[in-house]
């Protein structure tokens, strides 16, 4: 399938404006603390969104990308009545956050970040960690959907493999994986976890729409 046209509004960054391309924005939000950045589908939108504040966008659902046909009969359609998380991190490391949404409609139930010197994967980790703890608290047994296999695997071996070195300035990120492992060591859970068929369903509904 072609590549659908993106537009990218930078709303805190080294140069603030829209960009028509993943890889401009990327030198306006690299090295650049919290950066605000969004993507759009039209030149139209991201022109709107320029000019309104950052916050009247961030974490909003973005319009359901058409799952593949091809792809959905090997695969299948996602169970909808389950929980999504995901991360977002600009740079690597960089600024983490992670969330966790409603799969059928996007309604956030937990945000957390931002998290200064931090990487994707370990947001992915933490972010099913917490969904886990927040639904045995809740009694929630659905399952739960990840586009991550890293963070899959170091929830199933209650191991994290990061390469980030641990100092001052990450250690709040730190401090919550091992909170996270002491958790999975001391918790059973009966939540599925699932993997998330981007390229079959488009991106999952906790993403943060950033790219």
Not at 113 to 123: A, E, H, L, M, V
Not at 155 to 160: D, I, T
Not at 202 to 211: C, L, S, T, Y
Request: some cysteine; proline content about 5%.
């Amino acid at each position: 399938m072609a590549k659908t046209k993106k537009y990218y509004v930078v709303w805190e960054g080294h140069r603030p404006g829209i960009y028509d391309s993943w890889k401009e924005c990327q030198l306006q939000i690299k090295g650049y603390p919290q950066a605000k950045y969004k993507s759009f589908s039209t030149k139209k939108e991201a022109e709107t969104a320029i000019n309104s504040n950052y916050w009247s966008y961030a974490g909003k659902k973005k319009q359901a990308t058409q799952p593949d046909p091809a792809l959905v009969g090997k695969v299948g359609m996602p169970i909808m009545d389950s929980l999504s998380v995901d991360a977002a991190c600009s740079g690597n490391p960089g600024t983490m956050e992670y969330r966790g949404v409603l799969t059928h409609n996007g309604q956030e139930i937990f945000r957390k970040g931002p998290f200064k010197k931090s990487t994707n994967n370990i947001g992915e980790f933490l972010a099913l960690v917490h969904v886990l703890a927040l639904a045995k608290k809740k009694g929630d047994s659905r399952p739960i959907y990840s586009d991550s296999r890293t963070a899959m695997s170091w929830v199933r071996k209650k191991a994290v493999k990061t390469t980030l070195e641990r100092n001052s300035s990450n250690a709040d990120s730190f401090e919550l994986i091992d909170r996270a492992l002491t958790w999975l060591k001391n918790n059973s859970y009966s939540n599925p976890i699932l993997k998330w068929e981007t390229k079959a369903w488009g991106e999952i509904p906790a993403d943060f729409g950033r790219k």
